[in-house]
T-cell receptor, first 115, second 108 residues
Framework: DTAVSQTPKYLVTQMGNDKSIKCEQN?????MYWYKQDSKKFLKIMFS???????INETVPNRFSPKSPDKAHLNLHINSLELGDSAVYFC??????????????FGQGTRLTVV | KNEVEQSPQNLTAQEGEFITINCSYS?????LHWLQQHPGGGIVSLFM???GKKKHGRLIATINIQEKHSSLHITASHPRDSAVYIC??????????FGTGTRLQVTL
């Protein structure tokens, strides 16, 4: 029944490793997002996909690569993890702006800790 | 300067008090969102509005498009309302731009 689900909820890994976070939504939305919440709790957009197409990439390092196999999934792969990547990552979905209803639904967040 | 500013940053209230959290934005928007983040971390959408006023239970959200300002009100506050309340706007691009959040603590 979960609208937006992301896994895992917690991820602890060593520097230099490669890891993925998965996100799936069952709301029929056509737009999905990845947001990063830093230690000061400030949320910032990383990527936005509309119908599997990348439409926003906000100066995120190339080590971060989103993959959208279909419009219900948006996964985030991170190469060569660094200490500064430690944060909470939120997936979200909505209908695209201009459709009249852009209410966003969020996943539970993935707390990534790089040691 | 952040495109979305919230005030206050921190707010402590006693149970039963009427609470107001303010949000000002400096960009053109198609919608404004109020979100709630509990200590457990999950984010829940409370309201999405583009004009006027919406009410849900003890929560009321208003927006003034001309003044680029929105308020979130909580009537008869309760300790379970303790959370971080985040204002966010949908601009012309397909993304949310967030305020820094207001940490609310309601005590008995």
């Amino acid at each position: 029944d979960t609208a937006v689900s992301q896994t895992p909820k917690y991820l602890v890994t060593q520097m230099g490793n490669d890891k993925s976070i998965k996100c799936e939504q069952n709301l029929g939305h056509d737009t999905m997002y990845w947001y990063k919440q830093d230690s000061k709790k400030f949320l910032k957009i990383m990527f936005s996909y509309n119908n599997k197409e990348l439409i926003i990439n906000e100066t995120v390092p190339n080590r971060f690569s989103p993959k959208s196999p279909d419009k219900a999934h948006l996964n985030l792969h991170i190469n060569s993890l660094e200490l500064g990547d430690s944060a909470v990552y939120f997936c979200a979905s909505s209908f695209r702006p201009g459709t009249g209803n852009t209410e966003a639904f969020f996943g539970q967040g993935t707390r990534l800790t790089v040691v | 300067k952040n495109e979305v500013e919230q005030s206050p940053q921190n707010l402590t209230a006693q149970e039963g008090e009427f609470i107001t959290i303010n949000c000002s934005y400096s960009v053109g928007i198609s919608a404004l969102h109020w979100l709630q983040q509990h200590p457990g971390g999950g984010i829940v959408s409370l309201f999405m509005l583009s004009s006027g006023k919406k009410k849900h239970g003890r929560l009321i959200a208003t927006i003034n498009i001309q003044e680029k300002h929105s308020s979130l009100h909580i009537t008869a506050s309760h300790p379970r309302d303790s959370a971080v309340y985040i204002c966010a706007v949908t601009g012309t691009a397909s993304k949310l731009t967030f305020g820094t959040g207001t940490r609310l603590q309601v005590t008995l």
